[in-house]
């Protein structure tokens, strides 16, 4: 896979925010998906747990997102592709 890597000034930057807040749905080899909130923790140690959720569930995948609240609500920016559009369990 090549990856497209270009150079940039950071300072284009028009906002960020220091979150630590994900979603993680595990999605079953059936229909259907249980969410979790983890709050608090480094991005590795929320994709640790996800992938030992997934180990101990055949069939199971996982999407990642980041929780953020601003002036709309409550909002997710995906990490991984969203549940729905995971590919099938190999």
């Known amino acids: 896979m090549a990856i497209e890597a270009r150079l940039v000034d950071e300072r284009d930057t028009q906002w960020e925010a ?14 259907g998906w249980d969410v979790y909130d983890i709050d608090n923790q480094t991005h590795s140690d929320v994709l640790a747990w996800a992938q030992e959720q997934v180990a101990q569930r055949p069939g199971a995948r996982y999407a990642l ?10 909002g997710l920016l995906w990490l991984t592709p969203d549940p729905d559009d995971l590919p099938a369990a190999a």
């Open 18 to 31: 220091d979150v630590q807040d994900y979603r993680v749905f595990i999605v079953h080899d059936t229909q």
């Open 65 to 74: 997102a980041i929780r953020i609240t601003n002036d709309l609500g409550l």
